[in-house]
């Protein structure tokens, strides 16, 4: 009896002092293993100089011990898996496992952050297709076949007579015939033309045309507009200014320029002196077009305007070489946020 519960008193001493799971199974092995405490008392005990009863109450001792022994361990070891102590041995101070995250591309950044301002605005979003019709690209455009106009945009032709888009404008008639009038839409999207690469010349590019037809809608409206979704993009007040400009299915059309951002109009090497930097081509939306639309220009009226979205994001990130962005390296790709 006195054993007993020295033994019982030593191994909850030793099982408060052990401190790793290598500890507890050595505590292990002191109690219960070949040669320890508990398996030893049992080889030792001498039976033969037992009585009946002696021998009976020898098992229930020793029964009661091992039961002991085998639920005290148990229990060290339960706690140590919550144990502050247990805790403490994880390192707080290791560097984590290196999970990469995605990053967005610049061009789409300034995409979604466009398109959150439209959308708020009540402008439908259409990508339309790449691969467009002489029709929606040129013709319902109010540029017939042999209009000097077509030159202006090097088209890749297919050989069943269809094109590669050469601009986002490829969308308005057919947007007007889908949707009819009054209409707010904006069209992002790739296009396509045929152009000898450079540093600022890309065959693949993208633009965000937008499209407004409502009773009344008049220059006005296009330059609220404009300076909403480019105070949107540049987190700042944006000042514009129009010049004249042609394209045919605009009239009157415009060039739509921006103070300089880096000199504020003050002039600088940015803006050639000049205070300004030329952004994007806008107008009123001309009367044929509205025709090929089956809108009737008498009552309606529209703005468009076909932002150069590759443009646009070269400026705000200060991208200097347009063929990074179609190069895929991710090494250009992960110097932008992951979400706008
Ligand atoms: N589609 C024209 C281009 O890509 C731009 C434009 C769009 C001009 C809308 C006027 C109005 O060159």
């Known amino acids: 009896m006195q054993d007993i519960q020295a033994i019982q008193t030593q191994l909850r001493d030793e099982l408060a002092a052990a401190t790793s799971e290598g500890e507890l199974e050595a505590v292990r092995v002191r109690y219960l293993g070949r ?31 091992k039961r002991f022994v085998e639920d005290q361990l148990g229990q060290a070891r339960a706690a140590r898996q919550t144990s502050p102590k247990a805790q403490a041995s994880i390192d707080m101070t290791l560097p984590g496992l290196n999970s990469r995250s995605g990053h967005l591309h610049p061009i789409s950044l ?63 008639v057919r947007a007007l015939e889908t949707h009819g009038v009054p209409l ?18 890309e065959n693949t590019f993208y633009q965000l045309e937008g499209l407004m037809v409502d009773t009344d809608i008049s220059i006005a409206n296009l330059i609220a507009m404009m300076k909403t979704l480019l105070t949107a993009v540049f987190h700042r007040e944006v000042t514009v200014r129009l010049r004249p400009g042609y ?47 089956g809108v009737d220009p008498d009552r309606y009226s529209g703005f468009a305007f076909g932002l150069g979205l590759t443009r646009l994001a070269m400026m705000k990130y200060n991208i200097p070489d347009i063929r990074l962005l179609n190069a895929g390296d991710l090494r250009f790709c992960e110097q932008f946020p992951a979400s706008v």
Request: charged residues 25%.
């Open 184 to 201: 707010r839409a904006i069209f992002p999207g790739r296009c396509f033309r045929n152009e000898a690469i450079d540093a600022s010349h």
């Open 35 to 65: 040669k320890g405490v508990v398996t030893l008392m049992r080889k030792n005990a001498d039976f033969s100089r037992m009585s009946a009863d002696e021998k009976k109450h020898f098992g229930q001792q020793f029964n009661q011990l």
């Open 110 to 172: 300034v995409q979604m952050e466009l398109e959150d301002i439209a959308r708020a605005m009540g402008f439908l979003i259409e990508t339309g297709y790449h691969v467009e019709t002489d029709f929606y690209n040129f013709e319902s455009l109010n540029i017939p076949g042999d209009h000097p106009a077509r030159d202006m945009q090097d088209t890749y032709w297919l050989t069943n007579g269809m094109l590669l888009r050469t601009h986002t404008s490829a969308n308005q």
């Open 247 to 293: 394209f045919p299915f605009v009239e009157p059309g415009f060039e739509l320029d921006i103070q300089c951002l880096i000199c504020d109009g003050g002039g600088c090497a940015t803006c050639k002196r000049s205070g300004w930097v030329e952004l994007l081509p806008c107008g009123l939306v001309h009367p044929r077009v509205l025709e090929f639309g």
